[in-house]
């Protein structure tokens, strides 16, 4: 019997942090296995955290970055199945939905 196939999963967390912490957030954030980009924003949210792994890794990552003292709020998205982009973008049929 094989062995099954495991895929990468992506999230995207979506993070407000308390004001003037910015800076030990993004220090913090660097040493969490699994993070693969981390943005500074403008908007609702301060940063935007991308991490790769399996539903395991990814669960650990947010758990992690929610238990952090000045972390104030977090919004997790997952993504179904990541694509290259010219791959996923010549399969849309835009203008029709």
């Known amino acids: 019997m094989s062995e ?16 003037g912490k910015e800076e030990e957030l993004y220090g913090e954030l ?6 693969i980009g981390i943005d500074f924003v403008r908007g609702p949210f ?5 991490a790769e ?3 395991s890794d990814l669960d650990s990552v947010v758990l992690r970055i929610r238990k952090t003292p000045y972390v104030l709020n ?21 203008g029709h939905i």
């Open 4 to 19: 099954p196939i495991v895929r990468k999963q992506r999230a995207y967390v979506l993070i407000r942090v308390q004001p």
């Open 30 to 35: 660097r040493e969490i296995p699994h993070i």
């Open 46 to 50: 301060d940063f935007i955290v991308v």
């Open 53 to 55: 792994g399996n539903a």
């Open 74 to 94: 977090t919004e997790t998205m997952t993504a179904f199945e990541t694509l290259p982009w010219q791959e996923a973008s010549g399969q849309l049929d835009y």
